[in-house]
Nanobody
């Protein structure tokens, strides 16, 4: 059984900061990428940021320079530091854990955490 648990969402004023955390636990091996996606009402889920096991990162253009993703491989944990938040960052944020198992791949998702930025 694998669990992916996010924390750290909430309500913040524009210009403020939040830090999201996501921990994967259970029978999970060979994690490759860990990342954050978000989905606003009426919109498709989109990639926010992703980090490889080697520390290579990529970000959505809309968050570059404001968000920072980091990872603790020993704890199977990924973080998202969000600064200079804007109302358009309001969404449910989901953690994704991607890895390999045998000859195949897997994806696990967290339950989502709400981030609301007021203007």
């Amino acid at each position: 059984q694998v669990q992916v648990v996010e924390s750290g969402g909430g309500l913040v004023q524009a210009g403020g900061s939040l830090r999201l955390s996501c921990a994967a636990s259970g029978r999970i091996f060979s994690i490759r990428n860990m990342g954050w996606y978000r989905q606003a009402p009426g919109e498709q889920r989109e990639l926010v940021a992703r980090i490889t096991s080697g520390g290579i990162t990529n970000y959505a253009d809309s968050v570059k320079g404001r968000f920072t993703i980091s990872r603790d491989n020993a704890k199977n944990t990924v973080y998202l530091q969000m600064n200079s938040l804007k109302p358009e960052d309001t969404a449910v944020y989901y953690c994704n854990v991607h890895g390999t198992r045998g000859l195949g791949e897997y994806d696990y998702w967290g339950q989502g955490t709400q981030v609301t930025v007021s203007s």
